[in-house]
Each structure stands twice: as structure tokens, then as C-alpha cells.
């Protein structure tokens, strides 16, 4: 609580906690997921639990992309770097993401040409200038950022850019609900849905969750009081017995989405039948792939990879923490082998994996109180 | 990676780049704003910015409560640092409209 100072409308704040507390049966118990990883980290920033009754509980879902993707995509992309003239391009989150022979930093100290990008526009670009090598640009990303890559190559191909190309790891967010929601040790009440990947795709394709599995979800933003309106948006929803798509997050997220940028995705992709999630396994039509037309992009069919399915380490428990099942601190080798300096699995990279965010500040709240006097 | 970053746009480019100039946490860089073109935009509008890409048109005070969240959150030098790298203008600005020379 010791954030309540920095919170927009410190007031508004209390007065929802209190009326989230009016509207929690305490005969019940409640499991909400907040799907995307940005949530995840500022309910952890902002301590958000504490302005919760005990009988709420927060599960963080699979919405980080560097955290679902699984070991051997990495090493197939490290593969395409290892070969001559390629320069291998990345956001920064998955530098330090492990491979089976190390992270794309410690191949970049071995000597593959590995660069940070911030944008798939800046890969592009770096192609223009070095028309001599291969430049290709590492994708990953939920709806959020594939219609940036999907823009990125329409403009190489309008520009014939040749030495360019995308090993596409982005996945939907849709059918990794619908996995959670058939899986059998989930139990989850209602849904807090994500933010700007619904900026994006907008607020229909969540309708069924509603209507056929009869689950509330509320789109939500990100600030304190945000995600707190929206956990009292679907407790009113459980006590009214309804369960409908509400957008908390109006300011932002457009019902119908962004017409552009779906038209920009359905141009340049198409839907895998299947893909690999990390720890929740494979996922029909879960990923993008390029479409034909944009085939001589590809880099998945311009180079030959080991396509090598690798198992997460036996002792790391990703899977069961990145569904809910289990805690992060409740995983063995968490802040013993597992740490953000040294992370063995992917949760524990990211500032938006649920491990990470637990380490940051959980688990140091509670190792400072742990000191004895 | 799931950063969105409000930028203020300065000017939009005359030519068929779908760029424009917004500053972003003090810091000037040309953003493609092909997305959000069909809303309507011009100077003085705010954007949130996503790798590049400006995603959607915002309020200004939305934008600036924004902005304080990315600071609580400890994102503002990840957001700065991820401004700082977009370098993907076609032709660099002029040089009175460089704001890192």
C-alpha cells in the first residue's frame, strides 16, 4: 500500500476497493485472470492485491510473448543467425531470452551479427543500408505488434527490398483463452481482458467467452484504478448472474478494433494450424505465418532450421505458473537457480513475466522483512 | 516489449510515408502513422506508440496520466531508450529539426 500516494484519485481508489469488498460474496471464493503480462506487472508495481479482500484471487495468465514462446523457436532463429552474411535482428526483451546454446547476447559475444531493434521499420531499414547481407528481423508479439511487422513487409515488398526477411513468432491471443478454458485444472470465474491487444482486434472476438462458456471479461487498462474498476465491473456481472464483454478502457480501445491494422494482418498473414506455446503445448491456430505472397520474406522457407522441439528444464515449473496452477515462488528453483540475472525460464526475462514481476517486488518485500532486527 | 508510448505529433510528413514527427518523451523521431491516419490527425494530436506505430488517437490528458503510470511503473528509461532507437526516417530531418544530431 505504500504506493496509494502515487495513485491517480487516491479517493476514487478507496472508495472502490471498499465497494469491491460490498460486492464479493465472502461465502465465495474468486479467480480472475488478467490475460496480458502488462497487467500482471503493474498489479505487482502497484501492489494492487493488497486493495483486494482476501477471497480474490489474481491469476496471471499467458499474455507475455517472450515468455510463451517456446526454447526451440529461439534456437531455430539463432540457427539462421549463425549462417554467413545474416544479420540477425531482435527486439530487446529477447536478448537475454536462453536458447539451448545460450541467449542471443552470448552468441552476439560469440560472433553472430545479432542487433537490437525497437522497431521491425528499423530491421527494414538497416536492410536499405546493407545491401550486401541478409538482414532478418525476429517477430514476436500478440496482435499488438503483428501489424507492425505486417506493415513493415508490404513496404519491402512495394520497395523490392530483397535482403529482408521475418521469422514469425506471433501468436493470437483468442485461442490461448480458449485453451485455458478447456483445460481441466483451470477454474477460472471471469476474465480481465487485455488492453491494447484489444486496441487492435477491439472487443467482439471476445464474445464468445461470454456467450458460450458464460465467463464475464472486461477490457482494462492499466493504472491502479483501472484494473480495480474492472475487477468490481465483473463482480457486478457475477452477482447480476450475467456474463458480457465490458470495456473499461473506452479511452483507448475502439469496440470494432483498428480496421487498418487488421487489414494490414490479413494482407501479409495467415493462421498456422498449430504452434507451440511454452508450457501450455500446442495451440490450433494460435499463430501467424506469412502468407504465399509474401513468401520470398520468409525466413522460415528462405533458410532450412532445425525445427527441434526442446523441452523446458525438468525442475522448472513454467508451464504449471504461466497457467495459474502454481504460484511463482511456489516453482523450485525460483530466486535459487531461476532469478532475473540469471532466468532459466522465459516468465522470469521479462519485466512483464509473472516470475519477474513476483521477484521484483514480492519476493524482496518479503526477503527485507524476513532480516531479523 | 508491451510498452505503448505517448507521443505528441509535431508535423506530418507531406509525401506517401505515413510519417510523421511526434515528440516523445522529449525526444523528436519520425513515427509511422499509418494506422491511425484514417481517424483523422494533425499537429498538436496525441498517439500512443507501439514499436514504432502509432496504435490509436488518445486524449491529451490521458496521455499525460499515461505517461505518469510509465514513470510509477519504472518504464520511463525503457521507454526513452526504445524512442531513442526508432531511426527509420527515409531521409534524415533537416538540420534545425534535429533534435539529436
Known amino acids: 500500500m505504500k504506493y496509494i500516494d502515487e495513485f491517480r484519485e487516491p479517493e476514487l481508489i478507496a472508495r472502490t476497493s471498499a465497494e469491491i469488498r460490498r460486492l464479493a460474496d465472502p461465502a465465495r471464493h474468486y479467480r480472475f485472470m488478467e490475460v496480458c503480462g502488462g497487467h500482471t506487472h503493474a498489479i505487482y508495481r502497484f501492489g494492487l492485491k493488497d486493495l483486494l479482500p482476501p477471497n480474490i484471487e489474481l491469476v496471471h495468465g499467458p499474455g507475455c510473448p517472450v515468455c510463451v514462446l517456446p526454447m526451440g523457436r529461439i534456437d531455430d532463429g539463432l540457427a539462421i543467425a549463425a549462417q554467413g552474411g545474416v544479420v540477425f535482428t531482435a527486439f530487446g526483451d529477447m536478448m537475454r531470452v536462453p536458447g539451448t546454446q545460450g541467449s542471443p547476447l552470448e552468441h552476439k559475444a560469440r560472433g553472430a551479427d545479432i542487433r537490437i531493434v525497437y522497431s521491425p521499420a528499423d530491421a527494414l531499414k538497416l536492410a536499405r543500408a546493407n545491401p550486401e547481407k541478409h538482414v532478418m528481423f525476429f517477430a514476436i508479439g500478440f496482435e499488438t505488434t503483428a501489424p507492425s511487422t505486417a506493415l513493415t513487409l508490404m513496404r519491402a515488398n512495394a520497395e523490392g527490398v530483397r535482403n529482408f526477411s521475418v521469422f514469425c513468432n506471433h501468436v493470437t491471443i483468442i485461442p490461448a483463452i480458449r485453451a485455458i478454458l478447456d483445460s481441466p485444472d483451470m477454474r477460472i470465474d471471469a476474465f480481465i481482458g487485455p488492453g491494447h491487444v484489444s486496441t487492435v482486434i477491439g472487443c467482439r472476438p471476445y464474445e464468445w467467452i461470454a456467450r458460450h462458456e458464460g465467463k464475464p471479461i472486461v477490457v482494462s487498462g492499466f493504472e491502479p484504478l483501472d484494473v480495480l474498476q474492472s475487477v468490481a465491473m465483473l463482480l457486478r456481472q457475477l452477482r447480476a448472474k450475467e456474463a458480457k464483454v465490458e470495456n473499461q478502457y473506452r479511452r483507448v480501445v475502439p469496440w470494432e478494433g483498428n480496421r487498418a491494422a487488421l487489414r494490414a494482418m490479413a494482407e501479409v498473414f495467415t493462421l498456422r494450424s498449430y504452434f507451440e506455446w511454452r508450457g501450455m503445448g500446442f495451440i490450433s491456430q494460435s499463430a501467424l505465418a506469412l502468407r504465399d505472397s509474401y513468401a520470398e520474406w520468409d525466413a522460415e522457407r528462405r533458410f532450412s532450421v532445425p525445427g527441434i522441439r526442446v523441452t523446458d528444464p525438468k525442475a522448472a515449473q513454467c508451464g504449471e505458473v504461466l497457467k495459474g496452477v502454481l504460484k511463482p515462488a511456489q516453482c523450485k528453483l525460483f530466486g535459487n537457480e531461476c532469478t532475473p540475472e540469471r532466468p532459466v525460464g522465459a516468465l522470469m526475462v521479462s519485466s512483464e513475466g509473472a516470475c519477474a514481476a513476483y521477484y521484483q517486488y514480492e519476493h524482496r518485500k518479503s526477503a527485507l522483512v524476513s532480516i531479523p532486527a | ?101
Open chain 2, 1 to 101: 516489449m508491451c510498452l505503448a508510448i505517448p507521443g505528441k505529433i509535431l508535423s506530418l510528413a507531406d509525401d506517401a510515408t505515413h510519417s510523421a514527427m511526434i515528440e516523445v518523451v522529449g525526444v523528436r523521431r519520425r513515427v509511422d502513422v499509418s494506422l491511425v491516419a484514417p481517424e483523422g490527425i494533425g499537429p498538436g494530436d496525441w498517439v500512443l506508440i507501439h514499436v514504432g506505430f502509432a496504435l490509436s488517437k488518445i486524449r491529451e490528458e490521458d496521455a499525460i496520466e499515461q505517461l505518469r503510470m510509465l514513470s510509477a511503473l519504472g518504464e520511463t528509461q525503457a521507454a526513452m531508450e526504445e524512442v531513442r532507437g526508432y531511426s527509420h526516417d527515409e531521409v534524415d530531418p533537416p538540420p534545425g529539426e534535429r533534435a539529436f544530431p
